[in-house]
């Protein structure tokens, strides 16, 4: 007997990927567009940091992971809110999974069009600046533009950090915007795409430590777009307990996490 299409049920929910809480910053734009939409979001933050993993390591995971996921929670459509792994993952998991997915692309093409120094800075992960994902997008949307990379994951730890209620140092902030000011024209960068998704947690500090003249983009408004295009006319039901968190990993540490999550709509948390 086939399976019945999981959108065919109104509780089935969005589920939201990342290795740790970065994907919130994806989750508030949805949540925007989409008030109405169960949620369940996945932090495998058993394997934080993807940044620094292997390509090998990253795909392994985020298949391995998604196709239990979707097999156990059946989502309406997968979310993988996270650049590393959508610009080493995304198609092989789309070959794999039958769910609709949708990855999150630094967004490259939207900074060409906002910069009018044409001087770019990107700030991902020390894994997605070097993904060939990232120079096709370079050559299609960016070719007549200087584009300056930088893999910050001190910034991945920030964030972190930061949704937990912790201290965080403001030298890891200028460390990031001196690290691409320092790069030849990197004076002239007006344009900085986030192309992490726990940055877009971190944009008043870096906004900040980069100083007036610079705007920043993600990709969370066209990722949201995006949802809502796929799911229009699909009908929605909350569970009367709320929305869901899962973690890879049981870790004391994600108590302090309560308030954050509660801010974008998360009311329970479950080990996975
Ligand atoms: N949030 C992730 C991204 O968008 C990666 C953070 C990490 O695990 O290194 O790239």
């Known amino acids: ?12 929910p969005i589920l939201l990927f990342d290795s740790g809480v970065g994907g919130l910053s994806v989750l508030g734009k949805v949540r925007k567009v989409l008030p109405q ?10 394997g934080l940091p ?24 059946r989502p309406r459509l997968v979310c993988i809110a996270c650049n590393t792994a959508s610009t080493i993952a995304l198609a092989s998991v789309r070959e794999v999974l039958e769910v609709p997915i949708v990855g999150t692309v630094p967004a490259i093409k939207p900074a060409a069009a906002m910069t009018r120094t044409s001087v770019i800075g990107l700030l991902g992960t ?11 997008l370079e050559a299609e949307f960016a070719a007549d533009k200087r584009l300056l990379r930088h893999g910050a994951p001190e910034l991945v730890a920030a964030a972190e950090a930061k949704l937990r209620g912790l201290p965080v140092d403001p030298a890891v902030f200028t460390r990031a915007a001196a690290a691409l000011r320092a790069m030849p024209d990197g004076g002239r960068i007006d344009t900085v795409v ?3 998704t726990h940055f877009p947690l971190l944009e008043a500090e870096l ?9 920043f983009i993600d990709g969370s408004d066209g990722i949201a777009r995006r949802i809502a295009f796929l799911t229009q006319g699909q009908d929605w039901a909350n569970s ?26 998360i009311a329970r948390r479950l080990v996975f």
Request: a negative charge; charged letters at 20%.
């Open 1 to 12: 007997m086939t399976a019945e299409p999981a959108s065919a049920d109104p509780a089935a």
């Open 37 to 46: 939409a169960p949620v369940m979001y996945v932090s495998d933050n058993a």
């Open 50 to 73: 993807y940044g620094s993993k292997t390509e090998a390591q990253i795909a392994a995971r985020v298949s391995g992971l998604l196709g239990r996921l979707t097999e156990r929670y």
């Open 126 to 136: 020390e894994a997605t600046i070097r993904q060939g994902y990232v120079d096709r």
């Open 194 to 196: 986030l192309a992490c």
């Open 207 to 215: 906004a900040e430590a980069f100083g007036p003249g610079v705007r």
């Open 240 to 265: 009367a307990e709320g929305d869901i968190a899962l973690f890879t990993k049981d870790d004391p540490a994600n108590e302090c996490l309560i308030p954050a999550l509660a801010h974008y709509g």
